[in-house]
C-alpha cells in the first residue's frame, strides 16, 4: 500500500503547483482527475489507520470535484469509523444521489443502515446494490441483507436473502455458513450437514464451523463424524471458547471415562 501511495503523490505532483503557499491545482489540469487521485489517497491512508490524513485528503477531492460519487462515500466510511454518524450518512446519501447504481456506495449504505439499527430500511439499498449485473459482490450485499434480517429478528426473511445468495455464488462460503446455522436453529440438521460440507468443501474450517459441525453430527447419531471434528477442533484451536466448550459437553465427559 505504501508503494501506491507514494505512485499517486508522484501523480498529484504533476496535477499541482507547488510553491510557498497550500498547493493548488494547475490551470487546465482534469478537476476530476485530480479529485480522483485525493479519493486514492484518502483510501490509502484509511488503509493505513492515518484518518487525519485520509480525511484532508478527502475534504479536498470533496472540494475539488462535489460531484465526485467516489469522494463522497470514501468520506462517509472515514465519518463512520470516527463516529460521525450524521456526517456519514449525508455523505452515503450524496454518494448514491449522484450515481444511483453505485453498488458500492449503496452496499456501504445499507451496512451503515444496518448498523445504526434501521433495518428494515437498509434492506432497499442492499437489494439495488445486488441487481447490478455488474457488482461482482452482489452475493455479499445478499447476505449483509441476511444478517440485516437476523437482526431484526426475521429468520425467514434472512433465509430468504442467504438463498438469493446462493443463487448467484452458490459456493459463496458466508452464505453457506450461515444457511447452516439457520438449519441447526430449526432441528433440521441433515440441511445443516449438507450445508456444512459444502462450506467445509472451499474453505478452511474455523472453531464456529467445527463446533456446528460436533454439534450437528450428534444430533444426526453418527458418533464417527462426531468425533473426527471434534479431533479436528481440538487439535487446529486447542485453546478456542469452542474447545473448551466441547470438552465441558458430553462429548468431554464421554471421553473422559474412556
Not at 449525508?90 to 449504505?109: C, E, G, P, S, V
Not at 448498523?115 to 442492499?126: I, M, P
Not at 450437514?193 to 464451523?209: F, K, M, N, S
Given at each position: 500500500?505504501?508503494?501506491?501511495?507514494?505512485?499517486?503523490?508522484?501523480?498529484?505532483?504533476?496535477?499541482?503547483?507547488?510553491?510557498?503557499?497550500?498547493p493548488?491545482?494547475?490551470?487546465?489540469?482534469?478537476?476530476?482527475?485530480?479529485?480522483?487521485?485525493?479519493?486514492?489517497?484518502?483510501?490509502?491512508?484509511?488503509?493505513?489507520?492515518?484518518?487525519?490524513?485520509?480525511?484532508?485528503?478527502?475534504?479536498?477531492?470533496?472540494?475539488?470535484?462535489?460531484?465526485?460519487?467516489?469522494?463522497?462515500?470514501?468520506?462517509?466510511?472515514?465519518?463512520?469509523?470516527?463516529?460521525?454518524?450524521?456526517?456519514?450518512?449525508?455523505?452515503?446519501?450524496?454518494?448514491?444521489?449522484?450515481?444511483?447504481?453505485?453498488a458500492r456506495?449503496?452496499?456501504?449504505?445499507?451496512?451503515?443502515l444496518?448498523r445504526?439499527?434501521?433495518?428494515?430500511?437498509?434492506?432497499?439499498?442492499?437489494?439495488?446494490?445486488?441487481?447490478?449485473?455488474?457488482?461482482?459482490?452482489?452475493?455479499?450485499?445478499?447476505?449483509?441483507?441476511?444478517?440485516?434480517a437476523?437482526?431484526?429478528?426475521?429468520?425467514?426473511?434472512?433465509?430468504?436473502?442467504?438463498?438469493?445468495?446462493?443463487?448467484?455464488?452458490?459456493?459463496?462460503?458466508?452464505?453457506?455458513?450461515?444457511?447452516?446455522?439457520?438449519?441447526?436453529?430449526?432441528?433440521?440438521?441433515?440441511?445443516?450437514?449438507?450445508?456444512?460440507?459444502?462450506?467445509?468443501?472451499?474453505?478452511?474450517?474455523?472453531?464456529?464451523?467445527?463446533?456446528?459441525?460436533?454439534?450437528?453430527?450428534?444430533?444426526?447419531?453418527?458418533?464417527?463424524?462426531?468425533?473426527?471434528?471434534?479431533?479436528?477442533l481440538?487439535?487446529?484451536?486447542?485453546?478456542?471458547?469452542q474447545?473448551?466448550?466441547?470438552?465441558?459437553?458430553?462429548?468431554?465427559?464421554?471421553?473422559?471415562?474412556?
Amino acid at each position: 500500500m505504501k508503494g501506491k501511495l507514494s505512485w499517486m503523490l508522484v501523480v498529484l505532483s504533476l496535477l499541482l503547483s507547488t510553491g510557498c503557499s497550500q498547493p493548488e491545482v494547475r490551470k487546465g489540469t482534469d478537476m476530476h482527475k485530480a479529485a480522483e487521485v485525493y479519493v486514492g489517497l484518502g483510501v490509502g491512508y484509511m488503509e493505513e489507520q492515518q484518518y487525519e490524513v485520509a480525511l484532508d485528503n478527502f475534504k479536498k477531492a470533496v472540494a475539488i470535484d462535489p460531484r465526485l460519487p467516489s469522494a463522497h462515500n470514501g468520506i462517509a466510511i472515514l465519518y463512520e469509523k470516527l463516529g460521525e454518524l450524521d456526517l456519514a450518512d449525508k455523505h452515503y446519501r450524496k454518494a448514491i444521489q449522484l450515481d444511483a447504481k453505485d453498488a458500492r456506495a449503496l452496499n456501504n449504505y445499507g451496512t451503515f443502515l444496518c448498523r445504526t439499527g434501521k433495518y428494515k430500511e437498509s434492506e432497499q439499498y442492499f437489494e439495488r446494490a445486488a441487481s447490478n449485473p455488474l457488482y461482482n459482490q452482489a452475493a455479499s450485499a445478499l447476505k449483509n441483507a441476511g444478517i440485516c434480517a437476523l437482526k431484526d429478528n426475521d429468520p425467514d426473511k434472512a433465509e430468504s436473502f442467504f438463498r438469493k445468495s446462493l443463487e448467484v455464488n452458490p459456493a459463496y462460503g458466508p452464505s453457506l455458513l450461515q444457511m447452516a446455522q439457520l438449519s441447526y436453529d430449526a432441528d433440521d440438521y441433515f440441511k445443516a450437514r449438507a450445508y456444512l460440507q459444502r462450506y467445509l468443501q472451499i474453505a478452511e474450517p474455523t472453531p464456529d464451523t467445527l463446533w456446528l459441525a460436533v454439534r450437528t453430527e450428534r444430533e444426526l447419531g453418527d458418533a464417527n463424524a462426531e468425533a473426527s471434528y471434534a479431533l479436528l477442533l481440538k487439535s487446529r484451536f486447542p485453546d478456542s471458547p469452542q474447545a473448551q466448550q466441547l470438552e465441558r459437553s458430553d462429548y468431554g465427559e464421554r471421553r473422559a471415562t474412556q
